[in-house]
């Protein structure tokens, strides 16, 4: 990258900030693209340069979650799979992107929006490490990857909204855990299931 | 009861009703007390005086969800909670009460309300069930019923707002019975897990 492209890469991700952090404080329909742009500190053009509306800039947002995750890790397979959820459990309590992302995708629905991509894309990140784990020998016999992935994600959507109404997501990553504990058994062989460290500190990584 | 008491209640469920299918149209904020009013065809003085106020009302609808669903069952144990979750997973494309109380227990966070009570009431019931399987011996050793039925509470709150988003929750009885492949081996014994009937059909009672 030359030094201009750097910098449109800056201003793009310090617009997608300031965007998170007004839809996680206001939701979607209290975020106006102005307060955005003062926020970032930019100008309208440089907003309309990078996303030509507020939807644009939402849809952003919600699906900017895998890259906020994945970077961070570095265990593969079912361990993986794990590492993520307890990542992501994480992270939701002091990352504003991330948070803004999933409520954004949890509340779509009443402001006509109906983008499945940040769920589609993490049930596809998903299904490749648990098609790693399979290779390995590590899924149960008859256990459809495709199918585990699309469970944990609707799964994960759901206790964290759960988490959220009962501890403002203070209990997430124990919540997750017990998730695995019960989840493991019925998927993986008992060597997978006793090798796996399902604990909320996997979560803890830079 | 006597004659006034069954007009009550009457009145009641019809108000409720009525709020109902505003809520599931417009959503919490585009729900007025007026238009429910009118919608039931009754007077302000008649809401008023079962309803203090419209987050009342909204309360009331999100936790009438187990009464939409419990009388219809006649399973025990494990099968029973599967069964509830099928029940609800069919219910929620025909019964406009269980579909605005599961949409305004899932955004209440955006309009400041935040009763846990459907969640908790769901899980308490769960709960319940589970401990008859764990007393009929249908639990795998060190499985905690309070903590299958939190995860299951919130597994189904999150497949359900996929499904929703994906298909018009067209396919949200076969993600739940997905779930219970997944989970019962790890939750049951190989005896109750052979036994219990997972399947959408389970869903259709009257």
Redesign the interface.
Do not use: K, W
């Given at each position: 990258m030359d030094l201009k492209q750097e910098r449109a890469v800056r201003t793009r991700n310090q617009i997608l900030r300031a965007a998170a952090e007004v839809f996680d404080e206001n939701?979607y329909?209290g975020a106006s693209v102005s307060s955005i742009v003062k926020r970032a500190g930019l100008t309208l053009g440089a907003l309309y340069f990078h996303f030509e509306s507020k939807q644009a800039l939402a849809e952003a947002v919600m699906n900017s979650q895998p890259q906020a995750i994945e970077p961070r890790l570095h265990s593969d397979g079912l361990q993986r799979l794990v590492d993520i959820t307890l990542v992501w459990a994480r992270r939701l309590q002091i990352d504003p992107v991330l948070r803004a992302g999933v409520r954004l995708a949890?509340?779509?629905?009443?402001f006509g929006m109906?983008?499945?991509t940040s769920?589609e894309d993490w049930k596809q990140i998903m299904t490749g490490h648990l098609e790693t784990a399979r290779v390995e020998g590590d899924l149960?016999e008859g256990?459809l990857p495709q199918?585990?992935a699309?469970?944990v994600?609707?799964?994960?959507?759901?206790?964290?909204?759960?988490?959220?109404?009962?501890t403002g997501r203070a209990d997430l990553a124990d919540?997750t855990c017990?998730?695995w504990?019960?989840?493991?058994?019925?998927?993986a062989t008992p060597e997978a299931t006793a090798r796996i460290v399902v604990a909320p500190e996997r979560g803890a990584v830079e």
């Open positions: 939701g329909d949890v509340e779509q629905g009443r109906r983008d499945v769920f149960r256990v199918t585990v699309h469970f994600v609707g799964a994960c959507t759901g206790i964290q909204l759960y988490s959220q109404l009962l919540r017990d998730m504990q019960l989840l493991l058994p019925g998927i």
